[in-house]
């Protein structure tokens, strides 16, 4: 019998999730030098202002995004990342569409990212979302390895 994929809020810190973003950064690290990625540690996804979303079916991780919340009412998707035995499953559309509806539970007006040129899968996953590409923001400096989006979300948003 086919186990239902579930996607919910939980602690980074667990051997599945930690698993995941060790793939996760092994990945980053295969396409781009250090100075290219931006990813953020296990300390800060543990931080209040972060939501953190795992993707399993059973007790295997197949999944995980996180939002983090900025005080100027924006917020930026970071350690999006979906295991490749778990890929066709559109995991990266529902872990999307979950951060986005955490967004406007919270109130939140604007979703900022920044992605690598040579992911086409989940620049792709992004426009398809309605995020369209902008300059630079907070602390990030131009990089032509990076591409930087976002979209913007209300409660009155309809589909």
Same mark, same amino acid.
């Not at 781009?32 to 100075?35: D, I, K, L, S, V």
């Given at each position: 019998m086919e186990q239902t994929v579930v996607?919910?809020?939980?602690p980074p810190r667990q051997p599945g999730v930690i698993r995941l973003l060790e793939l996760s950064s092994a990945y980053a690290a295969s396409l781009?030098?250090?100075?290219s990625n931006h990813m953020l540690p296990l300390e800060e996804l543990e931080e209040p202002s972060v939501s953190f979303?795992?993707?399993r079916r059973g007790?295997?991780?197949?999944?995980?995004?996180?939002?983090?919340?900025?005080?100027?009412?924006?917020?930026?998707?970071k350690?999006? %990342?979906?295991?490749?035995?778990?890929?066709? /499953?559109? #995991?990266?559309?529902?872990?999307?569409? *979950?951060l986005e509806d955490e967004a406007r539970r919270l109130?939140?007006?604007v979703?900022?990212?920044?992605?690598?040129i040579y992911q086409p899968e989940a620049i792709g996953l992004y426009r398809t979302a309605?995020?369209?590409?902008?300059?630079? %923001?907070?602390?990030?400096?131009?990089?032509? /390895?990076? #591409?930087?989006?976002?979209?913007?979300? *209300?409660?009155?948003?309809?589909?």
């Open positions: 996607i919910q809020r939980e781009y030098p250090a100075e979303f795992v993707a007790t295997d991780v197949l999944g995980c995004a996180s939002l983090v919340r900025y005080e100027d009412g924006t917020a930026e998707i350690r999006m %990342f979906v295991d490749s035995e778990a890929r066709g /499953l559109k #995991l990266g559309k529902r872990l999307l569409e *979950t109130g939140i007006g979703i900022r990212l920044e992605t690598g309605g995020y369209v590409e902008i300059e630079p %923001f907070g602390s990030y400096k131009p990089d032509p /390895l990076s #591409l930087f989006m976002e979209k913007r979300v *209300t409660e009155t948003q309809t589909a």
